[in-house]
């Protein structure tokens, strides 16, 4: 089955993501598809690569980076949530002056109607948090 | 492209979380893709569509009258439930009053609000492919 995600809540504060990050890993180990993993409202923190829990805790967008490395998995964070919480990628972030960017590897920023597109291609739209 | 029913279900009261804004830009974004789409108030949900909303008090933008525009993008099925409309002490006339323009009938005004019972919203939601929680 092609499975899509979306991510609602930030990390730790709420569980959303870590549950969304072990059904992702559940439905790829046996052998579903996951087309876009797509992030909105907080949950655009999810993809922060300033985040440094502590060391007996996981790190919740580093394993999002690493799975997403594994499995060549689309993490899709929205602009339009992102833009206002002050998450960015490269490009972004020289276009409005800033000396960095604050997105991890893996992660890209795109629009909703990224999310829209990930409803109609999927057979599930699996939704986490809010 | 196929075309999927859509259906954002609003539960959140319109301040004191970003929920339901963030949920208003999808529905616009999403009007884009030509899909069936439908909106649906539940619980604090209904609280969005009232009208007379001023926010000046609390520094944030009032963003309610967008939702008179949505007959403009083709979102025309706004589903509020009658339950949660009495357990709030409000009525349809509380709530904004949403036309759409039917292009078939010669641009004829019709609402777009149909107030359905929890049993029927039950219905009409096992009848969606997606359904956007908010």
């Known amino acids: ?130 | 492209m196929a075309v999927k029913k859509f259906m954002y279900v609003n539960r959140k009261a319109p301040y004191g979380t970003v929920y339901a804004l963030e949920s208003l830009e999808v529905v616009l974004i999403g009007a884009a893709f030509d899909q069936d789409v439908s909106l649906a108030f539940i619980g604090d949900g209904v609280y969005e569509l009232t009208k007379g909303q001023n926010t000046d008090a609390i520094g944030q933008k009032n963003f309610s009258p967008v939702y008179s525009a949505l007959g403009d993008y083709d979102v025309n099925k706004i589903y509020v439930e009658k339950e949660s409309l009495e357990e709030r002490g409000l009525t349809l006339d509380d709530l904004q009053h949403l036309v759409w323009e039917d292009e078939d009938e010669d641009w004829a005004e019709k609402d777009s609000i149909r107030l359905v019972s929890r049993a029927d919203l039950a219905d009409v939601m096992a009848e969606q492919d997606i359904c956007l929680s908010f």
């Open chain 1, 1 to 130: 089955m092609k499975f899509s995600i979306q991510i609602n809540e930030g990390p730790y504060q709420h569980q959303a993501s870590d549950t969304a990050y072990q059904f992702a890993k559940a439905a790829l180990a046996a052998g579903h598809e996951v087309f876009r993993v797509f992030f909105y409202h907080d949950g655009v923190y999810n993809a922060t690569k300033l985040a440094v829990p502590p060391q007996d805790d996981r790190d919740i967008p580093k394993l999002w980076s690493a799975l997403s490395k594994e499995n060549n998995l689309d993490l899709v964070v929205c602009i339009a949530a992102a833009q206002r919480r002050g998450m960015m990628d490269a490009d972004e972030a020289k276009r409005q002056g800033f000396s960095d960017d604050n997105l991890i590897e893996g992660f890209r920023i795109s629009g909703l109607g990224q999310l829209i597109e990930a409803g109609i291609e999927s057979d599930r739209l699996v939704v986490f948090g809010a």
